[in-house]
């Protein structure tokens, strides 16, 4: 299956901007559904965007309208947007290859992740 490196984390205040990167490597990056979860402190990872093989995407109702994910083929890599960033958003971010037409994760490998940190 496809693997994974997170990248472009860091520290901001509120209302700022992240853009966080996911390098795929696997010959079968252009035939599968990705996304971002993330894993408040506290909490269970939870999903936060969907691109699909066909460049759909799909958005958890909590980051709809500020965050953007997309992928270029060319470079197998996924992106994730981050605009107006609240404190909530504070979390480890990740990036997994999905179950097309769900939120679920294909597997249950995750990487190291993107710390992002909104704090005044």
């Not at 060319?74 to 947007?81: E, M, P, R």
Request: a positive charge; aromatic letters at 10%.
């Amino acid at each position: 299956h496809v693997q994974f490196a997170e990248s472009g984390g860091g520290s901001v205040q509120p209302g700022e901007s992240l853009r966080l990167s996911c390098r795929a490597s696997g010959s079968y990056f252009n035939n599968v559904s990705l996304g971002w979860y993330r894993q408040r402190p506290g909490k269970q990872r939870e999903f936060v965007a969907r691109v699909s093989s066909a460049l759909n995407t799909l958005y958890d109702a909590s980051v709809q309208g500020r965050f953007i994910a997309s992928r270029i083929r060319a470079n197998n890599t996924l992106y994730l947007q981050m605009n107006n960033l609240q404190p909530e958003d504070t979390a480890v971010y990740y990036c997994m290859q999905m179950i097309p037409k769900t939120v679920q994760p294909a597997f249950d490998s995750w990487g190291q992740g993107a710390q992002v940190i909104v704090s005044s």
